[in-house]
């Protein structure tokens, strides 16, 4: 068996070297593309952790007093612009310096800088269509942040999201209560926070409910009102937000989706999608490169070599079962490649409902199109060196 | 030694040739000539196993019905029975001459060491001044007069009981010429085998035993016969 292997990868020394560094290089690019892209792809999961697809309708005169009454009054008006809406929760979110903030009593770990205050409505501030009143409901019909399901069950009153850079010392779990101290100008605030770990704003955030984030934040400069909007249906966003703009007062709001602030975020994990897919591409045609350029060699350019080993008696049997096994392989690594990555691509392309088992069916036909595709290979090389052969005299 | 009888062989429609019958004897030179196209090579490559034959014919080489062999069993029988010199040299530019010579002892089992010491003592033979440089150059570093030698180096070097050469020296100058057709004559004559050259060249009636000649066939049955072999005595 070596002494075949050996024999073919004299022949085919060439072809295996030229497709062989070019596999190395499109490997070390892929390994490289699907690194950048999966950390990017993990930071981009810890910044949604804390976020779910929403549409904010801010405010733009923020003098004005919106109490409980009022944002009541306001979420049933909203309500009514789209059948798409799942729910509405008030927020208030401004930035504040705090002179201190501390873990525990006493602690060492001390930070003193601007902190972003998040004060988002109740559970008891959810509209419930069905009733058309304000009910509390527990979130299980959708899925929730770590966030939001901490704050639905009320498991603390406040909650604060570190900034990794800030805090990585303490790297808070989702779970943990603890003893919190801060001190702003003229505030101290002693009592229990949960807090989470947030990797992704430049600096720390305070959820916490309306009514105290307006205590801290005290008609702050940055201070701004608004509703965070959810739709029932995570993929009719862009619809929802389009119906919005259409039907909501712009004398009164602005309107922005989480996708336009997370533009930038998500163009990026696009261009690492896409660069992946394109490396993928370019092994998928290497692989493709490659059978041709075995079946050109092996057919055309080295039959007379092959055809001179027939001749002085050597039947060639191992060395075409060795160029079987690598053709097959790499037909292999073409249907495996080409079911996962371009597949669902397609589908989605085509605007068809994706199942889980359309991938074995289609792995299943490029395999047996590259069974007949290697049987046929067979023919053609058996039967190439075999008719030259007889023109070696 | 080989004994072919109603060889037929046609192609594509035509029949080259109709009931051939040739033998040809161990300790003999055989020399086998025609015009172009007359079916030389084809009778060459019915006689080496590498062709099929046509209808009833049979081949017998050494006792053995070819014709009842398989592909694989007549790749086989070539590998240890028959010796091949080419026009074209036939040598595989990837490897390296050693190598070259070396193919029909490995195939056979035997270790690339000892294939490798048995093929330099068979170079050298043959081209005298060869060296270690010279077993590890490629073909194509070589002169035509050196591939041919190299090219007899690997049709002897298993010690076959027949050579088939089909034109050895159409591509050699006189000198180099002569000096094969004298090595083929001695051949024949020490080790005994059985050398059967296809030329067009006169100057083997010169060294050849037998002569079989491929003349047209008037009766149009077949594009040639093959004539009544001729003992050559020198």
């Known amino acids: 068996m070596f002494k075949s292997l050996a024999i073919v990868y004299r022949l085919f020394k060439n072809s295996f070297l030229l497709v062989g560094s070019l596999y190395f290089i499109a490997i070390i690019l892929f ?30 005169n923020n003098n004005q007093i919106i109490d409980k009454e009022n944002r009541e009054i306001e979420i049933k008006n909203i309500s009514k612009l789209s059948n798409k809406i799942d729910k509405i929760t008030p927020f208030t979110n401004g930035n504040i310096f705090f002179t201190s903030i501390g873990f525990k009593e006493g602690g060492n770990a001390q930070y003193s800088g601007d902190i972003k205050i998040i004060g988002i409505g109740t559970q008891n501030n959810i509209y419930d269509f069905l009733d058309s009143s304000f009910v509390y409901r527990k979130p299980f019909s959708i899925v929730y942040t770590p966030l939001e399901f901490l704050y639905s069950f009320n498991t ?7 900034n990794k850079a800030l805090f990585n010392s303490y790297f808070p779990v989702i779970s943990s209560v603890e003893n919190f101290i801060f001190k702003s100008e003229d505030l101290k605030y002693k009592g229990k ?18 009514k105290f984030a307006n205590k801290l934040l005290n008609n ?23 119906e919005l703009k259409d039907s909501i007062d712009k004398n009164k709001f602005t309107i922005s989706s989480w996708l336009e602030d997370r533009k930038k975020q998500f163009m990026m994990f696009y261009l690492f999608e896409t660069l992946s897919i394109l490396v993928v591409s370019v092994i998928l045609f290497l692989s493709v490169l490659f059978i041709l350029l075995l079946l050109y060699n092996a057919i055309v350019k080295k039959s007379y070599q092959l055809s001179i080993l027939l001749t002085i008696g050597y039947p060639l049997k191992k060395e075409i079962f060795i160029f079987l096994i690598f053709i097959m392989t790499i037909v292999s690594i073409l249907a495996v490649g080409s ?27 490029i395999f047996i199109f590259g069974a007949i595709f290697t049987l046929i290979s067979y023919f053609l090389i058996n039967n190439s060196y075999k008719m030259k052969a007889k023109s070696v005299f | 030694m080989i004994k072919a009888k109603n060889l037929t062989k046609t192609y594509n429609n035509e029949i080259i040739f109709q009931n051939l019958n040739f033998t040809a004897q161990k300790g003999k030179f055989t020399v086998i000539q025609g015009k172009s196209g007359s079916g030389k090579t084809t009778l060459l490559n019915i006689i080496s196993t590498i062709d099929n034959i046509d209808n009833n014919g049979t081949l017998n ?33 990837e490897f390296s001459i050693i190598e070259n010579c070396t193919i029909p002892l490995t195939m056979a089992g035997m270790s690339e060491e000892v294939a490798k010491q048995k093929a330099k003592e068979i170079i050298k033979e043959l081209i005298k001044d060869a060296d270690e440089k010279f077993f590890d150059k490629t073909p194509m ?29 159409a591509n050699l100058d006189e000198e180099a010429s002569k000096e094969v057709k004298l090595w083929l004559q001695s051949l024949v004559k020490e080790k005994d085998i059985c050398v059967i050259v296809v030329t067009h060249e006169k100057d083997y009636l010169n060294y050849g035993d037998i002569l079989y000649e491929f003349v047209e066939d008037k009766s149009k049955k077949a594009k040639s016969i093959l004539k009544e072999p001729i003992c050559l005595n020198h």
């Open chain 1, 339 to 365: 079911s996962y990555i371009y597949l669902p691509k397609l589908i989605s392309f085509l605007n068809l409902p994706f199942q889980e088992d359309m991938i074995l069916i289609y792995f299943n036909y």
């Open chain 1, 193 to 210: 926070l949960a807090s989470i770990f947030n990797d992704y704003d430049k600096q720390p955030i305070i959820y916490t409910n309306i």
């Open chain 1, 31 to 60: 390994i490289s593309v699907m690194g950048l892209k999966d950390s990017y792809k993990r930071s981009l999961q810890n910044e949604f952790a804390t976020k779910q697809p929403h549409i904010k309708l801010s405010y733009i």
């Open chain 1, 220 to 242: 702050h400069s940055s201070k701004i009102d608004g509703y965070y909007i959810n739709a029932k249906d995570l993929n009719s966003i862009d619809t929802l937000l389009e």
């Open chain 1, 156 to 162: 603390v009153d406040n909650l604060m999201v570190f």
């Open chain 2, 61 to 93: 080489i050494n006792g053995k019905d070819i014709d009842k062999l398989n592909e694989h069993q007549r790749a086989k029988f070539r590998a240890t029975n028959i010796g091949f010199i080419f026009q074209s040299y036939a040598l595989i530019p």
């Open chain 2, 141 to 169: 570093q070589l002169s035509g007069g050196q591939q041919q030698r190299v090219s007899i180096a690997r049709a002897l070097i298993h010690n076959p009981k027949i050579i088939i050469a089909d034109e050895p020296t």
